[in-house]
């Protein structure tokens, strides 16, 4: 239809809000408004000749589930307009991004350098497995950018970070630590999820890589789990082609709820923020309460940078507790009941956890420290309810901690 090539031709260059409902559209002969889902494990094909194009030749016609689907593709279209990328893969988690990611780019004898804050399973997934194949991980505090320079004195093949982290809500400086690694001839991946593209462009800031679990914010709704990556080209291809053979590919269907997920990100990421900064200043003031964290706060360490890097704080906070026990962090979150207690974030409702015995339980309790997830630490992600309502579920939960139960 001439007026979906003219508006396609033109989308690259209209605003985030746009790209996100507009991006990846190409309408079959159906003339459907919505994205069609493909459920489809194969493709057919007119002829003979036209199925060995597609095959020996690379025609571009879709073959198979696992290699093409166009509901995945119109996601990974949509995603990397909104992140400035030239392309994008997608995978069945975050975490099969991640892993597929670290395979399409590194070898045996490789070194990774990871900050200190990053997702309990990243860790795990780095140090357990990836260990085994002789790749060599190093620990770098997440903020301390002095230690950042001097570990990449050593020739390393990938450096990955996430921020804001979780659950310390710590900042990498990514424009900083992109020179670096530039400079050192290191690829730098950032873990885009805490943020989205509508509140961070790590590509922007001179990052190679974004891995997001569209599990988060991009469903928004806790329905389905996936992942991506975006990034030039070049970068992608290497990642798609592992996938290809890897197997770990998204769901069409869960592609789709990604699709409709994007068109509301931005407006989403904006309450979830206002929420998140209301309800974090509000738990400063209350004297169970020793310290938030939270990227909007006036109060947070990195505060310039968070305002120089982040159009917004994002949904995520997490805040310890003066009571330093484990006790008194589980009789908080017995005592509350709107919150969800429940490891997953990015959702319309919000949660909350006690990462030291639930993400970032399995980990070694040395791990734990250089993390600073202490017991008395409790996240809140938080979600599209009343902040009224969420600091009435709070003084539940203080109610419940001051009288022991
Ligand atoms: C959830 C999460 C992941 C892993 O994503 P899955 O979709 O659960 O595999 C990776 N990084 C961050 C920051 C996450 O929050």
Redesign the pocket.
């Known amino acids: 239809m001439k007026r979906d090539d003219r508006l396609n031709a033109l989308l690259q260059d209209m605003a985030l809000e746009t790209q996100a409902v507009r991006m990846g559209i190409h309408r079959t002969a159906e003339r459907e408004h919505a994205e069609p889902i493909f459920m489809t494990s194969s493709f057919v094909f007119p002829d003979a000749a036209t199925m060995a194009d597609a095959f020996v030749n690379n025609s571009g016609l879709s073959i198979y589930g696992r290699i093409d689907n166009p509901t995945i593709d119109s996601f990974c279209e949509r995603l990397a307009a909104m992140e400035g990328a030239e392309a994008c893969e997608a995978a069945?988690?975050?975490?099969?991004?991640?892993l597929s990611t670290v395979l399409a780019h590194c070898q045996s004898g490789d070194r990774i350098l990871c900050s200190t804050g990053?997702?309990g399973?990243?860790l795990q997934l780095f140090q357990k497995y990836l260990q085994k194949f002789n790749m060599q991980i190093e620990l770098v505090p997440t903020t301390r950018l002095e230690v950042w320079e001097s570990a990449l004195k050593t020739p390393a093949r990938l450096a990955y970070v996430?921020t804001p982290?979780?659950p310390t809500i710590e900042l990498v400086d990514i424009a900083a630590l992109s020179a670096l690694c530039q400079a050192a001839g290191t690829l730098l991946v950032v873990?885009n999820?805490?943020t989205s593209p509508a509140l961070q462009q790590p590509l922007a800031l001179g990052a190679d890589l974004v891995?997001?679990?569209?599990?988060?914010y991009i469903d928004g709704q806790g329905r389905a789990?996936?992942?991506a990556v975006v990034g030039r080209r070049s970068l992608i291809e290497p990642v798609t082609t592992f996938i290809r053979s890897g197997g770990v590919t998204m769901s069409p269907f869960n592609a789709w709820i990604f699709l409709k997920g994007l068109e509301t990100l931005q407006i989403r990421m904006a309450a979830h923020s206002e929420r998140a900064l209301a309800l974090a200043q509000w738990l400063e003031e209350q004297p169970e309460v020793a310290r938030v964290n939270y990227a909007g706060l006036a109060s947070h360490p990195q505060r310039a940078l968070a305002q120089r890097q982040m159009q917004a704080g994002g949904g995520v906070l997490s805040f310890t507790l003066a009571a330093g026990t484990r006790e008194a962090a589980w009789a908080f979150l017995n005592g509350t009941c709107l919150m969800s207690l429940t490891a997953?974030?990015?959702d319309a409702k919000t949660t909350v956890c006690h990462p030291a015995t639930s993400t970032h339980g399995r980990l070694t309790d040395a791990d734990r420290q250089l993390m600073g997830i202490g017991e008395n630490l409790i996240r809140i992600a938080v979600g599209l309810e009343s902040v009224e309502d969420l600091k009435a579920d709070c003084r539940r939960g203080f109610a419940a901690l001051r009288s022991g139960s």
């Open positions: 069945a988690t975050g975490m099969g991004a991640i990053v997702f399973a990243t996430e982290s979780n873990d999820c805490f891995i997001h679990s569209a599990t988060k789990l996936g992942g997953n974030l990015g």
